[in-house]
């Protein structure tokens, strides 16, 4: 009789004939990061302009302006930060396996 795990599991560690060694690692996207950066950013521009008090000099809508560009540029290198972090952790994590090519029969697309 033949025993539930076969010679061809995934546990096995002998590399198949005509397999190759590849790296596993999952990387986040960078643009996501800075997006969020950003709106995070933009946000709290809006509440800094709203809880300020009115002055006679600048209306809201133009500190709310000038507050969203610094706020949204510093949020947005807060987001590159972050990514940085979270790449770096998840660099860590990679591992080696072993890849085998699939045969198709010949078939084209």
Known sequence: MESPRSAATPDD???????????????PKFWPFAGAGAVVGVLAAMFTALAGDPGGEFTQGSVFGFFAVVFGLAGALLGCIVFLVVDAILRRRTRRAHAVPLDDGGVTR
């Open 13 to 27: 560690r002998s590399p198949a004939a005509g397999s190759v060694e590849v790296t596993v690692s999952s990387s």
